[in-house]
Nanobody, 120 residues
Framework: VQLQASGGGSVQAGESLTLSCATSGNIFGVNAVGWYRQAIGMQRELVAAITSGGTANYGDSVKGRFAITRDNSKNTVDLQMNSLGPEDTSVYFC???????????????WGQGTQVTVSS
């Protein structure tokens, strides 16, 4: 089973990006799928997560700017990121089968990171 994260890149402040997480296996139906990020020298933090039932949770710093959605027919979970700022610069990871989304160590599957760089 693999998770494939895509959509990262370099943008200017105020612009938008969409990250996508896809899986080769049927693993999105158990617990939650989350997007996490980790900047250099910082701890990994929750960006957004969505449960199998569609309930979304967001980190405080992205509320109102980011939106997480899932497409069960395509086995994908997308993260729409709007009004990006330099503080959003980080490596973003998707993870699946997260028991407690606020604790990244409870996620069973991890994808490779994708870099997001926001210039002011």
């Amino acid at each position: 089973v693999q998770l494939q994260a895509s959509g990262g890149g370099s943008v200017q402040a105020g612009e938008s990006l969409t990250l996508s997480c896809a899986t080769s296996g049927n693993i999105f139906g158990v617990n939650a799928v989350g997007w996490y990020r980790q900047a250099i020298g910082m701890q990994r933090e929750l960006v957004a997560a969505i449960t199998s039932g569609g309930t979304a949770n967001y980190g405080d710093s992205v509320k109102g700017r980011f939106a997480i959605t899932r497409d069960n027919s395509k086995n994908t979970v997308d993260l729409q990121m709007n009004s990006l700022g330099p503080e959003d610069t980080s490596v973003y990871f998707c993870a699946a089968q997260c028991i407690t989304v606020w604790v990244s160590g409870t996620c069973h599957y991890w994808g490779q990171g994708t870099q997001v760089t926001v210039s002011s």
